[in-house]
């Protein structure tokens, strides 16, 4: 008895790299909208200074 389905695991195996590159782009789009909150967060407790020559 043969469990081993070589079409039935190519398709799998096809399907799963499509869906790697979905993965990857989603946790890009994570990765981007992290790094923008992360910023938003230090710009909004910057202090803005100016300073004169010779201060």
């Known amino acids: 008895m043969e ?3 070589p ?9 799963s ?5 979905e993965c990857r782009a989603q946790a ?3 990765n981007e909208a992290y790094k923008q ?3 938003r967060y230090y710009d909004s407790r910057v202090r803005s200074r100016s300073f ?3 201060d």
């Open 17 to 21: 790299l499509d869906l790697i590159e």
């Open 3 to 5: 469990t081993f389905a």
């Open 7 to 15: 079409k039935a695991n190519e398709e799998a195996l096809t399907l």
């Open 52 to 54: 004169q020559i010779g």
């Open 28 to 30: 890009n789009l994570r």
């Open 37 to 39: 909150r992360v910023s």
